[in-house]
């Protein structure tokens, strides 16, 4: 399925209905397709959008009510063929300053929510992170058509969160080889670390 705005407009709609809350967060392949006019067809073939309410007094008790409500399986994902997938605020690996790069989004479609969607190259490091095929895929993708640019992803390594217990995210070395296949695949060259 083919995640459009009027898609993105509907669940927000939707969240901010079952949550009762008017600004979320979104992470994932469509805060790109809501930031940017053009994006590659390949770019958004998603079912779902990650989103989380950043102001609830529970977050988690809020993605958990976008899950409950318009998530995965839920009688909206049946009606429309997409859906709302709550998640927490760690769900997306990012870096720390993150926040200074992101922009506002607004729709006459849903008045009075607004929804704050990271840069590109933000959301693609959390990609890098993640590493799935289809992440790969997406990435490569974004790099080819010249929507995400290996080497501000490269220049933003070090403000990415140290990894936890579980090593996630992965070491930065891990993340500085990873954009530099990245690259290779892409025939950029990424100046020396």
């Known amino acids: 399925m083919r995640m459009q705005k009027k898609s993105i407009d509907h669940i927000l709609r939707a969240a ?5 809350q008017t600004k979320f967060v979104l992470v994932g392949s469509a805060a790109v397709i809501a930031r940017l006019k053009h994006v590659p067809l390949e770019m958004m073939y998603t079912p779902e959008i990650d989103i ?20 995965q399986g839920s009688q909206f994902h049946n009606q429309f063929g997409y859906y709302g997938d709550g998640v927490s605020p760690e769900t997306a690996k990012m870096p720390k300053d993150w926040r200074v790069r992101a922009l506002e989004y607004t729709s006459a479609e849903c008045p009075g929510v607004v929804a704050l969607v990271p840069e590109e190259n933000d959301v693609a490091l959390a990609k890098v992170v993640a590493w799935r095929d289809k992440d790969q895929a997406w990435l490569h993708e974004g790099v080819r058509s010249g929507i995400l640019s290996v080497r501000q992803m490269a220049a933003r390594v070090d403000l990415m969160p140290p990894p936890n217990a579980e090593a996630i995210p992965p070491a930065r070395e891990v993340l500085k080889q990873r954009l530099r296949l990245l690259a290779a695949r892409a025939n950029i060259q990424l100046p020396d670390p």
């Open 52 to 71: 989380y309410a950043p102001d609830a007094d529970d977050v988690e008790l809020a993605s958990e009510l976008i899950d409950g409500n318009i998530g």
């Open 16 to 20: 901010s209905e079952v949550t009762k």
